[in-house]
């Protein structure tokens, strides 16, 4: 069937236009309204006053659709304005009982879809713990096989499904964080994602599925369940007659071939967790690489040489820019050519498809080159400076030899207690909030919600606790 001749085709034009944010919290109202009743209706002087109160306190300007001449400016009058648009575009419906008062009922569709866009904007995230243990309940327990495709095989199916779309979401997710981390950001953007990352995303749903919510954990037993009612004869004939009648398929066969078919199917899901965890974990781990590089190129050292060229670069983008919006881009100067003018350019021709030709000339070996050996001094000096950049370097065991350091005695610290003075500090909290997530570290961190400013920088706060073994 057509979607349209189920909700009509003016349904989503209360989502379009210049009041589409009025229509959408209009029907929330709505929505919330019916949650203390017994069913989806309720009187309409009840809704009315509900939007006046909502339209007196947003204190918006009057109110005028395009195809209408009529101006509302009081609450009330655009409430019913709001109301009737509702009603004309097919998400509310009247009712009216016996003594002739009107009641606003939602139509299942308006239900289903003001659920689904209440869902997208609070993105709430599934326990997965919740839905695997249910499934592995439901298969475990021998007293729902006297019913199994109502009791067991049916909501396994539904919830197999969910699961498996929550996952894929979470995969999505991750693909979208890193997509904004390949924007051109500055330093502090570069913060607010990588934190933004590690609270919605690095540890709560990733760090829940390789912990906790392990669906490793459960799996074996719901495949070997799964093959142990396909093949119990008697439990798949009762399987069958519950499809017949929940479906209303009358043929015996097609009803035996369908229950076949969702069974191999929820199957066929928790094989494929394996590829779709790996790729989880290795887009999760591209968006730590790609963080502590861009990290390292946003808070380059100017004094050096890779430092000097990214300035070089970054000024010459920021003056490509300026032109360009200036209207007057044209050819490259001949000072900024100067600059990548570093190696001879040449061309491919149809000479170029010719054979090298061999010299058959035979020169005069060379007297072999030996190194001059180095003095103690300078091999000394040479070993300290190599000493001086290890020492620098942010490996896994100075950041935990700092961390230990930080605490001594105690059992947890705050970010917030770190000195931060310059952008190396900037860069080993960083790796402190990577490294604290790893599982096998000796210590672990819990994320914060307030936001700590100094020195420039600015990041959210989050706890450092020894890992108790």
């Not at 074996?220 to 399987?239: K, P, S, Y």
């Not at 947890?412 to 900037?426: C, H, P, T, V």
Request: aromatic fraction near 10%; proline fraction near 2%.
């Amino acid at each position: 069937m057509n979607l349209f001749d189920i909700v009509g085709s003016d349904f989503f034009k209360a989502l379009t236009g210049k009041y589409q944010n009025i229509f959408m919290d209009c029907l929330e109202i709505i929505y919330s309204t019916y949650r203390t009743e017994l069913s989806y209706g309720v009187d309409r002087e009840i809704i009315i006053a509900q939007l006046t109160n909502y339209f007196e306190q947003s204190s918006s300007d009057d109110i005028q659709f395009e195809e209408e001449q009529d101006v509302f400016r009081d609450a009330r009058s655009k409430a019913n304005e709001f109301l009737r648009k509702l009603k004309g575009y097919g998400w509310i419906e009247y009712e009216f009982d016996n003594s002739g008062c009107a009641k606003i009922i939602m139509p299942n569709h308006s239900i289903s879809v003001l659920q689904t866009c209440i869902a997208i904007s609070e993105q709430n995230e599934m326990e997965y713990q919740s839905e695997v243990s249910a499934i592995f309940s439901l298969l475990t327990n021998e007293n729902l096989l006297d019913r199994p495709y109502s009791q067991v095989i049916k909501p396994v199916y539904d919830r197999t499904i969910v699961l498996f779309t929550e996952l894929k979401k979470l995969n999505t997710s991750i693909r979208k964080y890193i997509d904004e981390l390949t924007d051109g950001q500055t330093p502090e953007e570069l913060m607010e994602h990588f934190f933004s990352y590690n609270e919605n995303i690095g540890s709560k749903a990733y760090h829940r599925m390789k912990t906790n919510d392990n669906i490793s954990r459960f799996r074996n037993t719901i495949e070997n369940r799964l093959r142990e009612i396909l093949a119990d004869e008697q439990v798949m004939q009762r399987a069958i007659a519950g499809y017949q009648i929940i479906e209303g398929e009358n043929d015996k066969i097609d009803a035996h071939n369908c229950v076949i078919g969702i069974i191999t199917s929820i199957i066929d899901y928790f094989n494929s967790y394996d590829e779709i965890e790996q790729e989880i974990v290795k887009k999760h781990s591209k968006y730590l690489r790609s963080a502590v590089n861009r990290a390292k190129l946003a808070f380059l050292n100017t004094n050096n040489l890779e430092g000097k060229l990214a300035t070089v670069l970054r000024n010459l983008v920021t003056a490509f820019e300026n032109e360009a919006e200036n209207g007057v881009f044209q050819d490259v100067p001949d000072d900024y050519c100067r600059i990548f003018n570093m190696f001879p350019q040449s061309f491919i021709s149809g000479e170029s498809l010719k054979t090298i030709g061999i010299n058959k000339r035979i020169d005069e070996v060379e007297e072999i080159f030996s190194a001059p050996i180095l003095s103690e001094e300078e091999l000394k000096k040479r070993r300290d400076m190599l000493k001086k950049k290890n020492e620098h370097r942010f490996s896994k065991s100075k950041i935990t030899e700092y961390v230990m350091l930080l605490l001594k005695d105690r059992s947890e610290i705050d970010a917030a207690e770190i000195s931060i003075n310059s952008k190396r500090d900037m860069i080993r909290l960083i790796f402190i909030c990577i490294y604290g997530r790893d599982k096998r570290s000796s210590f672990i961190i819990i994320p914060k919600d307030n936001r700590i400013s100094s020195k420039g920088f600015t990041f959210k706060d989050f706890t450092i606790k020894k890992r108790v073994k």
